[in-house]
């Protein structure tokens, strides 16, 4: 069956401008993650969403980012003003039921955004 | 200090050896473990995954996870050159998974 998917797969923007970033979980998985990774800093947690609770924002670096998840599927990820520290590749996954490490949690390829 | 250590590395070794990569992490709470495998511009996928100490062995793979020490373990037999890939070690509670920082890995012919 079809994975989690992202889009774009690459991203350029200039400092200053807003970007939006796409997930389309697996079908049926309740739970979506989003994490960004930077070279030599691994993966890092960003936000949570599961099901019809609020969403777990707790690693969000700045109100520069936010997220949204319509109809408890496809989810988007805005950073506004973007900043060249935003650089890194945003990676998206989905999980059947949620619960953080309790549930195996599928990744999309990510999304290589690079601000200049 | 971070609450998962993983060495960078990168680690080179010849087809046929046996790597042994490690992670620390600092929350005795911690319950669940998992090394995941990333290959170049791909996303990570689970490749093992314990919620206990002791070993768990899959194939080539085995994961060790020492509670007492805080430590985890990921051993590959035989290595291969289709192996060559970052490994992330994974760890959290039923609530939130925190990862290593990937520790990549090439196998030579």
């Known amino acids: 069956g079809a994975g989690v998917s992202q889009s774009p797969s690459n991203k350029v923007t200039e400092k200053g401008k807003d970007v939006e970033l796409r997930c389309d979980p697996i079908?049926?998985?309740?739970?979506l993650y989003w994490y960004r990774q930077s070279l030599g800093q691994g993966l890092e947690f960003l936000i949570y969403?599961?099901?019809?609770?609020?969403?777990?924002k707790s690693g969000l670096p700045s109100d520069r980012f936010s997220a949204e998840r319509t109809g408890g599927s496809v989810s988007t990820l805005t950073i506004q003003r973007t900043q060249q520290e935003d650089s890194a590749v945003y990676l998206c996954?989905?999980?059947?039921?949620?619960?953080?490490?309790?549930?195996?949690?599928?990744f999309g390829p990510g999304t290589r955004l690079t601000v200049l | 200090q971070k609450e998962v250590e993983q060495d960078p590395g990168p680690l080179s070794v010849p087809e046929g050896a046996i790597v042994s990569l490690n992670c620390t992490y600092s929350?005795?709470?911690?319950?669940?473990f998992m090394w995941y495998r990333q290959y170049s511009r791909k996303g990570p996928e689970l490749l093992m995954y314990t919620y206990s100490s002791g070993n768990k062995e899959d194939g080539r793979f085995t994961a060790q996870v020492d509670k007492s020490s805080k430590y985890i373990s990921l051993f590959i037999r035989d290595s291969q050159p289709s192996d060559s890939a970052t490994y992330l070690c994974?760890?959290?509670?039923?609530?939130?998974?925190?990862f290593g920082t990937g520790t990549r890995l090439q196998v030579t012919l």
């Open positions: 929350n005795s709470a911690f319950q669940y």
């Open positions: 079908s049926g998985h309740t739970a």
């Open positions: 994974a760890t959290g509670t039923a609530s939130k998974l925190t």
């Open positions: 969403f599961q099901g019809n609770s609020a969403p777990d």
């Open positions: 996954a989905s999980s059947l039921v949620g619960g953080g490490a309790g549930d195996t949690q599928y």
